[in-house]
């Protein structure tokens, strides 16, 4: 399965306690608590382009599966690492002490899971 497509978030969890640990401020918090982001992937062979808008929010990640690169994190940061790619449906990368798995769970829905120490933020997003 090809991760290439448009996807609109559905529906999310623990999105204020893992915003909290990144240190994000309540106010921003609470405004981009209900903003569906749309995520749009170009996937060929082992180069993804991947962009993020989120409101007035745009975050553009281009890498290769196994080559370090430089990622936007969803706190705008920019940090060196190394997606890698499991089974056919996986993307794996440890950004800054987020463990961040993305997975393509069936042909219209990708569900993204961030782990910061004890705490799991999940997004569920369906094809447009």
Known sequence: MSFSGKYQLESQENFE????ALGLPDELIQKG?????????????????????TGTSVINNCFT???????????????????????????????????????????STIVNTMTLGGIVYKRISKRM
């Open 65 to 107: 599966i196994g080559k370090e690169t430089e990622l936007q994190t969803i706190t705008g940061e920019k940090v060196k690492g190394v997606v890698h790619r499991d089974g056919n449906n996986k993307l794996k990368v440890c950004l800054k002490g987020i463990e961040s798995v993305t997975e393509l769970v069936d042909a």
């Open 17 to 20: 306690p893992f915003m909290k």
């Open 33 to 53: 608590k209900d903003i569906k982001s749309v995520s749009e992937i170009e996937e060929t062979g082992d180069d993804f382009k991947v962009t993020v808008t």
